[in-house]
């Protein structure tokens, strides 16, 4: 019994290049993606890390001003602080000048985790500067960028 010819799929082409803000998306993506595998193993994951580095680098901070400086809603902040505060990785203190408002800032075990975290970041990020180098790239302009 026959039944007739075999098609091949068709070869699989390159997408199109779309607009810049695709690019954008795509790579962000794959950043998304390198950060999981680079920091795998380790205490925290890449958003974790990049609010905790935040907190390190710049000491306490209001909701306000962490939201505003790494460009997200407030909304969205509050929701990806619940569970490093419900682990004890961040603590709300009172701000020194209004008693109003809080600050953010690491506790002793979110500083332990953080720098249990920093040496598998700087080898992904140490990789990936040498391997854009290595391509031609200018790592000055594309942080210019």
């Known amino acids: 019994m026959s039944y007739g010819t075999v098609v091949s799929p068709p070869t699989p082409r390159a997408p199109k290049r779309l607009t810049l803000l695709f690019q954008l998306y795509l790579t962000n993506q794959a950043s998304r993606r390198f950060t999981r595998l680079a920091l795998a193993g380790t205490p925290l994951s890449g958003e974790e890390f990049a609010v905790l580095s935040y907190l390190h680098a710049n000491g306490p901070r209001t909701l306000s001003q962490v939201a505003r400086d790494l460009g997200l809603p407030v909304t969205s902040l509050s929701t990806?602080?619940?569970?490093?505060?419900?682990?004890?990785?961040?603590?709300?203190?009172?701000?020194?000048?209004?008693?109003?408002?809080?600050?953010?800032?690491?506790?002793?075990?979110?500083?332990?985790?953080?720098?249990?975290?920093?040496?598998?970041?700087?080898?992904?990020?140490?990789?990936?500067?040498?391997?854009?180098?290595?391509?031609?790239?200018?790592?000055?302009?594309?942080?210019s960028a």
């Open 80 to 143: 990806t602080l619940a569970p490093l505060a419900g682990s004890g990785l961040v603590e709300r203190v009172p701000h020194p000048r209004d008693r109003r408002a809080r600050l953010l800032a690491l506790t002793d075990q979110g500083r332990t985790d953080l720098l249990a975290t920093i040496p598998a970041f700087s080898a992904a990020y140490t990789t990936l500067v040498e391997r854009l180098k290595a391509d031609g790239a200018d790592i000055e302009a594309l942080f």
